[in-house]
């Protein structure tokens, strides 16, 4: 479940962000989760789940609503919650907002935090805006540091787009190195639409935004269409993102720094599926809306996929719908035959369905945009990832492939140490020496 107690409401203007666009739907809220819909909610959940029951929180701009919203929170919670029942809490944020009161709260409930950068300034602020056009690097830094005073478990959330796919090192690095972060996810921004939906969001889905023309270009965003904005990261591109970062990562960071996709991937190579971008089936991951509206999926809520209201329906009857479930399976009955057919089906499962509208190559709809970047990535880890599996089911430490490439990469920079500098690399990368293991001149693997 993600609960967007301020619905679309945002403090800032995200130029990629769509979902600011969702505020069309209720246009004469004050975009508000008032008590009784928390306290239903609360409660619902609590009844709906077993032992362990996650409470996360998301917008828009979730911290809009005050600190005494999420004290209340707590509050029935504890009231609510049976005995024995562990929760954990989540919110996903800008930042911006963040003060010594609100990280002493989640560091007292024991939030995980994840926090929206999206790489070092000039990459953020390509994108992450305020109202007035602005970047928001520094308030986001000092929300970071903040959190990181108060000790509170946080999450790097960085999307991935025109601004920065090019530059996964930098990217990586900074997280890494800069801000000391262990735990991270990079998110493909994908907008479709049509050829006038668009040129519209071309120009941003922000309040100033205004289109050419003079059109506000705040249309309502829905999965529709088969082009994307200027904006949304290539297909290749996001594979190369991808493997630039694992390089890196498998030869330096394994068991110390942990990016959700290498995470999901070793998951998929031993049969263990946590994320519902690249399960076989879907439907279980709701969205809620401030008022108590409950919505298939959160890259889904418009009203072709509203479910109902949770103070008419229990949420459970409403997952459980007939409804939810056929869209959670069409996911897996709808995969085109190429996708069938694909050597790493297993990881990808033909990813998210906001994604599925291009088309194979034989002509069959339903596959996925990124399609090309995913197999890329999918096909380039499997050895290592295959190592990483037999060393899990040995009891082993995934950690130690780190040793195996150390080794490996040295014998090739020894044996580059034999040929010239503009000679082909003989790691079989394709790359000369110079750009590839030459020892005498840096060690350039990407």
């Not at 390089?247 to 110390?256: I, K, S």
């Not at 709808?334 to 906001?354: D, I």
């Not at 082993?396 to 492939?401: T, Y």
Request: proline letters at 4%; glycine letters at 10%; a neutral charge.
């Amino acid at each position: 479940m993600l609960a967007k107690p301020t619905g679309a409401v945002c403090n800032l203007d995200c130029k990629y962000c769509f979902f600011l666009s969702k505020q069309a739907l209720y246009p004469e809220s004050d975009f508000r989760m008032h008590e009784d819909v928390l306290e239903t909610y609360i409660r619902q959940l609590l009844e709906s789940q077993p032992e362990r029951v996650a409470v996360a929180w998301q917008g828009g701009e979730p911290t809009l609503m005050g600190l005494d919203f999420y004290r209340r929170m707590a509050e029935l919670v504890t009231k609510l919650k049976r005995p024995g029942q562990a929760v954990e809490h989540a919110i996903q944020t800008n930042g911006t907002r963040l003060d010594d009161a609100w990280c002493a709260f989640f560091r007292e409930h024991g939030f995980l935090v994840g926090l929206s950068v999206d790489g070092p300034r000039e990459l953020h602020d390509a994108y992450r805006v305020d109202k007035g056009g602005a970047g928001t690097f520094d308030q986001v830094m000092r929300g970071w540091e903040l959190l990181k005073k108060h000790g509170v478990d946080t999450n790097i959330l960085c999307t991935v787009h025109k601004g920065n796919a090019d530059h996964a090192l930098d990217v990586y690095r900074f997280f890494r190195d800069g801000l000391g972060a262990e735990f991270m996810q990079f998110i493909p921004i994908v907008e479709r639409g049509d050829a006038d939906l668009v040129r519209v969001a071309d120009v941003g889905w922000g309040e100033r935004a205004v289109a050419p023309g003079g059109q506000t270009a705040r249309p309502l965003y829905v999965q529709a269409g088969d082009r994307v904005t200027e904006r949304s990261v290539r297909p290749e591109q996001l594979g190369r993102f991808y493997i630039a970062i694992f390089e890196e990562w498998v030869r330096r960071d394994v068991g110390r720094v942990y990016v959700q996709m290498f995470d999901v991937t070793l998951g998929a190579h031993v049969g263990q599926y946590s994320l519902c971008v690249f399960s076989p089936t879907c439907g279980d991951a709701v969205a809620l809306e401030h008022n108590g509206d409950l919505y298939s999926c959160d890259h889904f809520v418009e009203p072709g996929y509203l479910l109902g209201n949770i103070r008419e329906t229990h949420l459970a009857e409403l997952v459980a719908s007939e409804r939810q479930r056929k869209f959670g399976m069409d996911k897996q009955s709808t995969l085109p035959k190429y996708c069938r057919e694909c050597s790493v089906r297993f990881a990808c499962n033909g990813g998210c369905p906001k994604d599925r509208f291009a088309v194979t190559p034989d002509g069959e709809g339903g596959l996925n945009y990124l399609c090309s970047g995913l197999k890329m990535f999918f096909e380039h880890v499997d050895g290592p990832m295959r190592m990483m599996a037999r060393l899990l089911q040995a009891q082993r430490p995934p950690a130690e492939i780190m040793g195996w490439y150390a080794a490996r990469d040295e014998a090739w920079r020894a044996e580059a140490r034999t040929v010239g500098r503009n000679e082909a690399c003989p790691c079989g990368s394709g790359r000369k020496v110079k750009h590839c293991h030459g020892a005498r001149w840096g060690d350039r693997i990407t």
